[in-house]
């Protein structure tokens, strides 16, 4: 019967052994912690019950309890830890149990579950510090700042807070917790504020205003009505959503969400709670920020105005002024004097000079004494320069209290002028409408009435009778587009609600003359949509019109002359073909232009060649100048391909940039200049044959004039001598001496020919022997001292290249000793990447290189001879000279060609 007792109790009752062990727990406890009767007895119960962080210091009370001789404890607030993991706040008391013998056998403790009190105690406190800080706040500040501590007491990382119009079907989102935006809802971080649901739209969340109390959804995902989330929104687990009430209808909504355990009612109430308590706090902020606007927005509505304006009291005094009347010079009328805040007015007018002025104290008196009344008052004021004119008007201030009177004063003086300026830019515009021949037309569809500008009428011809209906327009278009026109002005513009845009034939009502005109005008429409009036501008285009059509008249003529055209001709938009005429069909071997148009042009031409193609087409888009002729190579339909010319052009049409590319067959070109450069080859390579041909018939002459004459003339010498010492008359002898003597000329002569022809030298030693040799010979017979500069030499001179080089070598020290006057001169043999570089240099007078070749018979045959030999072994020949500057001839030859 006792346990069923201490179950019956509210009081959490726990019965302690002395080692801290559960003996015995009643039904309470084990309902407010969530767990069973078997998971406490025999278990430690600070183990299981209290968590980590306050076991260490319950731990040291129980044992200094224990170990006590108190007869029972005072009542302390602990932490438990309940079976779902939850925090709660106890009010516990323990008492020890003793035998007989004073020995601790047990401790009782009782308790009291007080969360949801200090909870409670907690939203109060919180709602008192919302309240102290929100004097310093904006709404959006102080509602960012309730849902941040409104989710940490309920433990909810996600808060939102709604405003719902006065009909319940619209809310608006005014705040997000700090929370969300940062960790949670991405999509919402630039729309947290402003953004609008319809309730027919509008999620699970929105239930608690559809059903107008709190909602709470502990599995979000099990719900069978919910609309699923943006993309980026936050994932919901559950939420508590609570709405607001004010004198029977829903103002706004507070939700959070996201709690890691589920929400209780104590969680609502809390909501509910802190809910209403700010909303109070919102309303009185929302009301003083508007007073703020509205103050504000009155004083910026007056200093935002022109015109100058100043309250008075009765006595004139200004009590106050917007920044125009402060700040604008005239605010020294009158008298010049400067008409400040606490300055009478009225004894500035009445001491003004200005006889005008007293007809504004006079309205200003007026309207003091008698209420209803308002006054204008317009006047001009001599100034320095000018005369300005001012409107002036001044009315009382209606509301309790004392007197007030407003003065409005504006300066019109530029409002005149402007006036002046419009009705001048009237009439020009009225000119300029006469010279574009263009005029303005209302026509009224309730009445059928139209009026128009007089340069309209100009254009119709009109004339004082014609009837001004859709009838009398009718009359004015051209007969053959008469029905044409009415058909469309009532089934399209007004019908289908369009605009008018039309190019037509009138015939003028004067004199019967045929016109082309471009209508143009738009509908004006009632609240239902329905047409009242159509307004539009009227131009007379005929001479532009026959402009155009002799346009398209030259273009006929273009486009017959390039179909015409023996010349292959194709046109481009948005680079690819959009015309082709027959020359170029036939080029591209094509039977029809349907096989041409629309292929992009980059595929008219080989591969090799498409990048480059594509770039020079880009470029004439971009810079818009016309392309030299270029030679390119197209693939033709049948796969072959042909050399072309090209040449291109950019032209508009429209805002369309075009190309007319133009095609000339070089095919025939090409093959005559392939065939002339095989002739050019075949004519090197004789020019190459017949140089070593001449090398070897020289070589050969060289052998039989040393082998024959040489040997002839030697043997002729030696007979001379052999009868010069058989004869013994002095007259004999006398003339052996003298045939001796030719014989030894004609033996130097032909060893002179000899080395001149094929020196042996070259032959039997080499090259740079050879140019060692020539030096010497060149100083021997002219005087003429050669410097050598063989460091450079190659090693390997091939044996077609050296007599070339050996000649040139000669021929150019040669001219030295004739032309140049030098007495010295110098000789470098040089090997430079694959080539042999020769160079002869002389400080002699020098020439000018331009005129060497003017004569084959001039003194310069010898620099032509040594180009022609050095052009047929495949080399170049530079000369670098001047008048008084010296001479420089060099002969470069590839080594490759005399292998």
Known sequence: MAREYLDAVTTLMVVLNPDATVRFVNR???????????????RDWLDVSVPTFAREAVRECFAGMVASDAPDCAIEETT?????????????????????????????????DVTERRRFDRAAALVAALRECSNQQTISEFLVETLDRTGELLSSPIGFYHFVDPDERTVHLQALSTATVEKFCTSCVTESSGLHYDMDSAGIWADCVRERRPVVHNDYTSVPNRRGLPSGHVEFTRELCVPIFRHGRIVAVLGVGNRPREYTDADVAIATYIAEATWEITQRKMAEEALREAECFSREVLDSLLAQVAVLDEEGRILGANRAWLELPDNRQPGDEILSVGANYLDACD???????????????????????????????????DVRSFHTIVSRFVGPGPVRVVVTHRDTTKAQSTERTLIERSRLLEEAQRVARMGWYSYDLQTDYWSCSQVLEEVFGLTDGHPRTLIGWAEVVHPEDREAMVAYVRDEVVGAKRQFDREYRIQRVSDGAVRWVRGYGELDLDEQGNPLRLVGIIQDITERHRSEEAIRQSEQRYRALIEQSPVAIFVSRDECVDFANAACLQLFGVASPEQLVGTPLVELFVPEHRRAIGQRIRRLHTRLTATSLVEQQILRLDGSRRFVDVSAAPFFEGDETMLHVVLVDADQRKQAELAIRQHQERLSELASELMRTGERERRRLAVELHDSVGQTLAASKMCARSIWDQVRDDVSRGELDRLVSLIDQSLNHVRSLTAQLSPPALYELGLCPALEWLAEDVRRLYGLACYLDLRQAPDDVPDALAPVLFRAARELLSNVHRHSGASAARLTLALSSHDAILRVEDKGVGFTPEGYGAGLAGERFGLLSVGEDVRHAGGDLTIRSGPGDG???EVRLPLESGR
């Open 28 to 42: 309470r406890v084990c309902k407010e912690l969530g767990v069973t009767e078997a998971d406490l007895l025999g």
């Open 80 to 112: 438990l830890l309940a079976g779902n993991g939850e925090l709660r706040v106890l009010s516990w008391a323990c008492a020890p149990v003793r035998n007989d013998a004073g020995q601790l056998v047990g401790v009782v403790c009782t308790g009291e």
């Open 351 to 385: 001491r003004s000079s200005h006889p005008e002025m007293a007809a504004v104290a006079t309205a200003i008196r007026d309207v003091t004494r008698n209420a209803g009344s308002r006054l204008e008052v317009e006047y001009s004021l001599p100034t320095d320069n």
């Open 887 to 889: 001479t420089t001839v």
